[in-house]
């Protein structure tokens, strides 16, 4: 029994004196893939005078505003981040005072975005291990699907009735920039908060505005992949 316990007890210390201490073994990642919902604001006047002509905004006074957005990052920088984004917006609930112009009228808006983001270095260590700060510019383009509930137009014809347009599918480009802030739950999987503004350039024959712009809230989930292994030693 005497020799056992002799025998285990250096046995430990042997095994002991073989282990090399390591501080911490990190990941870090080339590939992320977002997954957020989207709230939207509009902004600018509801009333909009052009010359001699008055009329309610379209895009500025609906009141429900939201979507889904899909974004591939690839991170080939200690500071930069570059990939695409798709977004699918929908817009409704259209009010201005007494006015029934465009009442009960839908937006749907899909676009794509090439994307570049700025954001502070990766950190093996301290609060900047699992939370980054980001700074996105993204070019825009889209498709905005106009559906209005009654025709804005009164046609008259001596010969056959002539029905008045309700729908409008329209080009459209923006300048979206956003900030944020990333979370990494775990090695694979995390959480993005941001913000973003969007101005966007549009021509469409059911109404005279050439450009709306918007904020948005963005939340969601991040999937990592492709890991960069970081190991640190003492």
């Not at 025998?7 to 992320?32: E, H, M, T, W």
């Not at 950190?123 to 980001?134: E, L």
Request: proline share 3%; with cysteine; glycine share 6%.
């Amino acid at each position: 029994m005497k020799n056992s316990v002799i025998f285990i007890s250096g046995l430990i210390v042997y095994l002991c004196s073989q282990v090399a201490i390591c501080k911490a073994q990190k990941l870090d990642n080339r590939i992320s893939i977002y997954a957020e919902y989207i709230t939207g604001i509009p902004h600018g006047k509801g009333l909009i005078e052009e010359k001699n002509f008055i009329y309610p905004s379209l895009y500025n006074n609906m009141k429900n505003v939201d979507g889904v957005s899909l974004k591939v990052l690839y991170n080939n920088h200690t500071c930069i981040s570059w990939g695409l984004a798709m977004t699918l917006i929908q817009a409704s609930n259209w009010k201005y005072t007494d006015r029934l112009d465009f009442q009960g009228s839908k937006i749907g808006m899909q676009s794509i975005s090439p994307v570049i983001q700025f954001h502070n270095q990766y950190s093996g260590s301290n609060f900047f291990n699992r939370v980054k700060s980001f700074l996105e510019i993204a070019p825009v383009v889209g498709l905005s699907n106009i559906t209005l509930s009654d025709s804005l137009f009164l046609i008259k014809s001596s010969n056959n009735p002539i029905i008045p347009p309700k729908n409008s599918h329209n080009l459209f480009f923006g300048v979206k920039t956003s900030v944020g802030l990333e979370w990494s739950v775990t090695q694979s999987l995390g959480l993005v908060f941001s913000y973003s503004l969007q101005q966007n350039w549009i021509t469409s024959i059911l109404y005279n505005e050439k450009q709306f712009t918007g904020s948005q809230l963005n939340m969601g989930i991040i999937l990592k992949l492709k890991k960069d292994k970081h190991f640190f030693y003492q």
